[in-house]
């Protein structure tokens, strides 16, 4: 099995640092991701607020990703590319956004993503863990013939959900496995209730994070058989599963980066990097330490000090 990095606590403080100015860069996309503003507009938002945290960017330059953001629109899964496209009210956006700080010689990177619903209301990570969700479902809320909105905002709050569960599936877990196993339970309660099934992307996993942005080991989001790594402290991981409306097929656009659902369903990803620690878990992209969004689960997470 490939080399797991494991992290000190003076590292995992470091990531930290990372994950402070990507729920900085976070808060700045709120804020102006409005109706009219172009993608491209959105990726000088997220380099100034890098730029501000005194950090540097992940994506600008990997392998040629050429923005600092990626932007994913309606049907688009996972690193849309900012241009010229202008937010519509409705339109359901990802942001996935990362930094790194040199620290020691060495890079320590933070990677989160969240998605909206243009024009609508930001609920925050206590009002959700409270049970506020995407404005009415409506009393068609169990249809297969939902409106279109009311399937995104299901789809987006679905998919936030699950990336609580996994997360918090992670203080009491044994495997990596156990993200996975959290995201299908979710799920799958929402098939019921929803009264139809969220497609959950294979293809496109999360990651381990630490002097590089993507390390091992793969975090799926779907129940897998077989063993996975056993959870240890020190491990740092970038869980984020991106659910969608319809088939899990996707295809990905001939500038080798956009990927969208075939079927022209939308897309909803949710992300945050949390450390495994002798004590329990942090969530180092939550100014919070993922307190809010944990307590539904009965997690208090760790304040990691700098």
């Given at each position: 099995?490939?080399?797991?990095?494991?992290?000190?606590?003076?590292?995992?403080?470091w990531?930290r640092?990372?994950g402070?100015?990507v729920?900085?860069?976070?808060r700045?996309?709120?804020?102006?991701?409005?109706e009219?503003v172009?993608t491209r507009e959105?990726?000088?938002?997220?380099?100034?607020?890098?730029?501000?945290?005194?950090?540097?960017?992940n994506?600008l330059n990997y392998y040629?990703y050429?923005?600092?953001?990626c932007i994913?629109?309606?049907d688009?899964v996972v690193?849309g590319i900012?241009?010229d496209?202008?937010?519509?009210a409705?339109d359901?956006?990802?942001?996935d956004c990362?930094a790194?700080v040199e620290r020691?010689?060495l890079?320590w990177?933070g990677?989160?993503?969240?998605s909206?619903?243009?024009?609508?209301p930001?609920?925050?990570?206590?009002a959700?863990?409270?049970g506020e969700?995407s404005?009415d479902?409506?009393?068609?809320?169990?249809?297969s013939s939902?409106?279109a909105m009311v399937?995104?905002?299901?789809l987006n709050?679905?998919t936030?959900?699950?990336l609580w569960?996994a997360?918090?599936?992670?203080?009491?877990?044994?495997r990596?496995?156990a993200?996975?196993?959290a995201?299908?339970?979710v799920?799958a309660?929402a098939t019921v209730?929803?009264?139809?099934?969220?497609g959950?992307?294979?293809?496109y996993?999360g990651h381990?994070?630490?002097?590089a942005?993507h390390?091992?080991?793969?975090?799926?989001?779907?129940r897998?058989?077989?063993?996975?790594?056993?959870?240890?402290?020190?491990?740092v991981?970038?869980?984020e599963?991106?659910?969608?409306g319809?088939?899990i097929v996707t295809?990905t656009?001939?500038?080798?980066?956009t990927?969208?659902t075939?079927?022209?369903?939308d897309a909803a990803?949710?992300?945050h990097?949390v450390?495994i620690l002798?004590?329990?878990?942090?969530?180092?992209?939550a100014?919070?330490?993922?307190?809010a969004?944990?307590?539904?689960?009965?997690?208090t997470?760790?304040?990691?000090?700098?």
């Amino acid at each position: 099995m490939p080399r797991i990095e494991l992290k000190t606590r003076r590292q995992v403080a470091w990531m930290r640092e990372a994950g402070l100015v990507v729920a900085q860069i976070h808060r700045a996309l709120r804020e102006a991701a409005v109706e009219g503003v172009t993608t491209r507009e959105l990726d000088a938002v997220s380099a100034e607020a890098i730029r501000a945290g005194g950090a540097h960017s992940n994506f600008l330059n990997y392998y040629g990703y050429p923005a600092t953001v990626c932007i994913s629109v309606n049907d688009v899964v996972v690193h849309g590319i900012p241009g010229d496209y202008r937010l519509q009210a409705g339109d359901i956006v990802s942001f996935d956004c990362g930094a790194w700080v040199e620290r020691s010689g060495l890079q320590w990177h933070g990677d989160a993503a969240f998605s909206i619903i243009v024009g609508e209301p930001w609920i925050d990570d206590a009002a959700f863990a409270a049970g506020e969700r995407s404005a009415d479902y409506g009393d068609d809320a169990a249809s297969s013939s939902l409106p279109a909105m009311v399937k995104r905002r299901q789809l987006n709050d679905v998919t936030r959900e699950s990336l609580w569960a996994a997360l918090a599936a992670l203080a009491s877990g044994r495997r990596v496995f156990a993200v996975g196993d959290a995201v299908e339970n979710v799920v799958a309660e929402a098939t019921v209730t929803f009264g139809w099934e969220p497609g959950i992307i294979e293809e496109y996993t999360g990651h381990g994070i630490g002097t590089a942005m993507h390390q091992e080991p793969d975090v799926v989001n779907f129940r897998a058989r077989g063993l996975s790594p056993k959870l240890r402290p020190g491990m740092v991981l970038a869980v984020e599963p991106m659910l969608v409306g319809g088939s899990i097929v996707t295809d990905t656009d001939a500038d080798e980066w956009t990927v969208r659902t075939r079927d022209g369903q939308d897309a909803a990803h949710w992300e945050h990097t949390v450390a495994i620690l002798e004590d329990g878990i942090s969530v180092l992209t939550a100014p919070d330490f993922g307190a809010a969004g944990l307590a539904p689960y009965g997690v208090t997470p760790v304040v990691v000090e700098g």
